[in-house]
Structure formats: C-alpha cells, structure tokens
C-alpha cells in the first residue's frame, strides 16, 4: 500500500477566517457565523456556523503576514472539541445558542426544528448529563444551512396549498348549501 499517513492529536481540517469584528475575544472551541468568509460569534443569519479548532492536523489558507492576529483556524472537516451549555446525549446535535456568546446546546435528532436545522454545527460523539458549561467532542456535519431556503419556500407552498384547499371547501359548501336547499315554485 502505498499513500500519506498524518499521525497527530489533532483530529480536523481548518482554514484560517478573519474576525468581521478584530476586537471580538473569539476562542477554541468557540460556535462562530461566517459572513462572506469572515467569523464572529453572531450567529443569526450566518451564511454558515461553524466552530474554531483546538489543534488542527492541516490548516489551509495561509493568513498572511499584514495582520495575523486577525485570524482564526476554523474547523471545516472532522472531530473538534466545542463549548455546550446544559446536558448532551451521544448522537444529539449542536446548534448555537442564540446568545452570541460562542455556546451551543444539544438537540435530539427527534425535536430538531426546521430552524434548528439549518444551523446545525455538529452531531455529539459524547454524552454528558451535568448542567452547565462544557466541551465536548462532535463530528463536523455536512454542510445543511443552503437548505434552510429551500425549507422556507416549501413552508410558504404549502401555506398557499393550504389556502386553496380552505378556499375551495367554502366553495363545495356552498354549493352544497345552494342545493340542498328546496326551490320554491311559483303557483
């Protein structure tokens, strides 16, 4: 056999992101939205949310020499430790939590939301019951956020559907009514 083998502690691929904002205190294993290729602990309405590597095995995009301390190395493939708040179950997925504080919070793949969905940052490999603030090891989830318009627009189809299906009730009903109802003849 033949090929590269990389042996380390480290266990994604990361690229270096600039900070959108370069006084923000973002950290490892911190949630971040990414905004036309620049992070920040701002999730909502995020292009993509993705999580800042502890010790990555690669990282790409070099960052140049002007202003390094603008960057961080960004976890795009494999396993990374990520801050959670509240307990986690093996299997539960990792969204942000809303706060812009870099936290996430589990959610079982049975109560996930649409919304939820398409700001999925992982899937838990571990369970950890206790309340409170902790890191945890997750998978890296394909990339699912592009499916949230589609999410959006098959919600705003089927409400039309819905109107329509309303609308041609009233319809039957009434000409229903208009039927059942005896004329009277002129005598």
């Not at 960052?63 to 603008?70: H, T, V, Y």
């Not at 939590?97 to 049975?110: E, F, H, M, R």
């Not at 902790?134 to 559907?161: D, G, T």
Request: no cysteine.
């Amino acid at each position: 056999q033949s090929g590269i083998k990389l042996e380390s502690a480290g266990a994604d691929y990361a690229e270096y992101l600039p900070r959108k904002v370069k006084e923000e205190m973002i950290g490892a294993a911190d949630i971040v939205g990414v905004f036309n290729g620049q992070i920040t602990k701002e999730t909502a309405g995020a292009q993509r949310v993705m999580v800042v590597s502890t010790m990555p095995l690669v990282v790409g995009n070099w960052k140049g020499k002007d202003d390094p301390d603008l960057y961080e190395a960004v976890a795009f493939v494999g396993q990374v430790p990520v801050k959670i708040e509240g307990p986690v179950t093996a299997g539960d997925y990792i969204v942000p939590s809303g706060k812009n504080d870099g936290l996430g919070y589990a959610v079982a793949p049975s109560q996930l939301t649409a919304d939820q969905y398409s700001s999925i940052v992982g899937q838990s490999w571990e369970t950890n019951l206790k309340k409170g603030v902790k890191q945890i090891n997750m998978a890296i989830v394909p990339v699912m956020q592009p499916q949230s318009s589609e999410i959006a627009a098959l919600k705003r189809e089927n409400e039309s559907l819905k109107e329509m299906v309303n609308e041609l009730k009233q319809t039957v009903n009434t000409i229903q009514n208009e039927l059942s109802v005896p004329k009277r003849s002129k005598l």
